[in-house]
């Protein structure tokens, strides 16, 4: 009688540390842009809006969300994806600039804040010089 009891304890014993065994880690997304800057060179005050798109690809093992991309101005303006980013895909944040009333250099940032493990929150800079209209 006494041995069942013990073998019945140590059963129950070995099932719930079963039950509370640490679950395995969970994967982490991750973001690697192709290049963080563009150049736009010298252009046009009344050639219009000029754009310029970042290709990045999640390097991680789950999906990427991009929980936003804020630019620096009101001149300029991001558009970057609202759904998740599978792992090993590639995906695009265009940025667009307007030079309307802005003439001379300028250099603007746009900072993108995802889910990534480590690099939560990338800095995307363009530039460039706008000749004034005439």
């Not at 250099?107 to 995802?114: A, F, G, L, P």
């Amino acid at each position: 009688m006494r041995l069942k009891t013990i073998l019945l304890l140590t059963l129950i014993l070995l099932g719930s540390s079963a039950l509370t065994a640490e679950k395995p880690a969970e994967g982490k997304a991750a973001i690697s842009f192709a290049e963080t800057s563009h150049d736009f060179g010298t252009f046009p005050e009344n050639g219009g809006p000029v754009s310029h798109t970042f290709v990045f690809t999640n390097t991680g093992d789950a999906p990427l969300l991009i929980l936003n991309a804020t630019a620096s101005c009101g001149c300029t303006r991001p558009e970057y994806p609202r759904k998740p980013v599978k792992p090993g895909k590639k995906d695009k944040i265009t940025v667009t600039y307007n030079p309307k009333g802005r003439p001379g250099e300028f250099t603007k940032n746009v900072t993108v804040r995802s889910n990534a493990k480590g690099k939560k929150k990338v800095t995307l800079k363009i530039k460039g010089n706008v000749i004034p209209a005439k």
